[in-house]
């Protein structure tokens, strides 16, 4: 069955009108009206609902019956980015929220050779969010992870000291000797944010700010992964040990 976000809070016996991008995709479809199909608004649960009218650049649902369906993780991942190239920041997103990301939060790495600022940035976090909402909508998920805005690396790391805030942030470093998965079996599920750096990984000067900062440095194995890898190898590896596969 489709399922579709609707922004706007859903209630069961209302009549609500659907996005523009929903609305064309039920035309190009051909979708009728009493045809049945899943929405979402983010808060939790999913409502069953059928088409009440279908246009060229509108369309509006019946809202229905409402299901307590979550399948949220129990521990909140945090995915810090440092900004790749081209569209590798889309995929990630997309596979970080089918994995279960919590949030996600762009870094500005000093190898980051993507530059953003001004209504350049603004235009890719609604990209973004966009990204995030298609692939809540296919994978199942009712709550849409948060999308931070891009910040600054050295910033950000100031920003979270552990004093300020003490779950557990990872940075994957090929000079670690300890590894993600030690770490994860000892440590057990909890509320963490994994840091990943750029093509070219986090410079020294990065590395050792965070560390002073508090983060741990560990290691995701011998092999060095691309950037558009190594956190969706991490988030999968603690949802196996964790037992959330």
């Excluded at 199909?37 to 649902?61: I, M």
């Excluded at 089918?98 to 949030?103: I, T």
């Excluded at 600054?152 to 779950?167: G, H, L, S, W, Y």
């Excluded at 508090?214 to 691309?226: I, K, M, Q």
Aim: proline residues 6%; glycine residues 8%; aromatic residues 6%.
């Amino acid at each position: 069955m489709p399922r579709f976000y609707c922004p706007q809070p859903l209630a069961a016996g209302a009549i609500v009108d659907l996005p523009e991008a929903v609305a064309h995709h039920l035309h190009v479809v051909r979708m009728q009206p009493g045809d049945a199909l899943t929405l979402f608004d983010g808060r939790g649960g999913q409502y069953q609902a059928s088409v009440h009218e279908v246009g060229k650049k509108r369309a509006s649902a019946r809202v229905e019956e409402h299901q307590a369906v979550d399948v949220e993780l129990p521990y909140s991942v945090t995915l810090a980015q440092g900004l790749p190239e081209g569209a590798k920041m889309d995929w990630i997103i997309e596979k970080a929220v089918e994995l279960g990301v919590a949030a996600i939060q762009p870094l500005a790495a000093r190898r980051s050779v993507v530059r953003l600022s001004g209504e350049r940035a603004e235009k890719r976090q609604a990209h973004w969010h966009g990204v995030i909402v298609a692939a809540s909508e296919q994978c199942g998920r009712n709550r849409l992870a948060r999308l931070a805005p891009l910040a600054d690396f050295e910033r950000f790391i100031a920003a979270t000291e552990v004093k300020d805030n003490p779950q557990p942030r990872i940075l994957f470093s090929p000079r670690a000797t300890a590894s993600l998965a030690d770490w994860a079996r000892t440590a057990g599920p909890q509320a963490l944010t994994l840091m990943v750096g750029p093509e070219g990984g986090f410079s020294a000067e990065e590395e050792q700010a965070a560390l002073d900062a508090g983060a741990l440095a560990l290691s995701l194995g011998p092999r060095v992964l691309r950037t558009e890898t190594a956190g969706l190898a991490a988030v999968a590896a603690l949802n196996a040990l964790w037992g959330q596969f």
